[in-house]
């Protein structure tokens, strides 16, 4: 049975890729800094070997922890999914130091941490696959997205160097970028007069021209790219980002 690892995987998207594994036969590890969230998702996956992680992604000594015990509990990591991510929003003007460098230490930090762990095995063993769970903001700028945008577009870098990094090692990197997604971190950012036909409309005074598709995504749709990146009918991709957004970028 192959063994994966996928941070933040307590809700939305993270949820979704631990079900899409593991309905695949594979071992999943669920790493989230949320006990309860990590719980109820494990609970619904009846007959399926999962093993739950309470660690912050942020942390380099608590991620070094959870990997050991992962493989520990599951054996060797053949799979990493990076997830975990948080999103601030606001105009540079007015953002605080704080909602800079914890967004950093999440989305582009925790994929540092996570990736140098679980790769030191994979470099090991000569064998592996991780794909790390970006945004189509981290190639298209956003307003009041900078800190969200600028540490995507880092998480999406970093993944593309180590993929290059590992390839000696028959080791394949990629990114998955999602637009707008049916989650919590897409709907608590609406307000009375915002939903999803807002959403697919666009906003042009904020130079978003909406979702030519004509819906959001759901986890699901993510959780499906993830699983194909994974997958040895994806064995000769590496080093590539695959966006997932209905056309909400025109492709760029």
Known sequence: MKVALVTGAAGGIGAAI???????????AMVDRDKR??????????????HTLVADVGSAEQVEAAVAQAERALGPIDYLVNV????????????????????MAVNAGGVFHVSRAVSRGMIRRAAGAIVTVSSNAGSTPRVGMS???????????????LGLE?????I???????????????????????????????VPEAFRVGIP??????????????????????AHITLQELVVDGGATLGA
């Open 18 to 28: 631990v079900r899409e594994l593991a309905y695949a036969d594979i071992a999943v």
């Open 37 to 50: 969230g990590l719980d109820l998702v494990a609970d619904n996956l009846i007959g399926c070997r999962t």
């Open 84 to 103: 975990a991510g948080v999103l601030q929003t606001g105009w540079v003007s007015e953002m605080s130091d704080h909602d800079w460098h914890a967004t």
């Open 147 to 161: 800190a969200y945008a600028a540490s995507k577009a880092a998480s999406t870098m970093f993944t593309r160097c």
């Open 166 to 170: 590992l390839a000696r090692y028959g």
């Open 172 to 202: 394949r990197c990629n990114v998955v970028a999602p637009g707008s997604t049916a989650t919590s971190m897409l709907t608590d950012l609406w307000g009375d007069d915002t939903d999803e036909s807002a959403v697919v409309a666009g």
């Open 213 to 234: 598709l004509g819906h959001i995504a759901q986890p699901e749709d993510i959780a499906a790219a993830v699983r194909f990146l994974l997958s040895d009918a994806a």
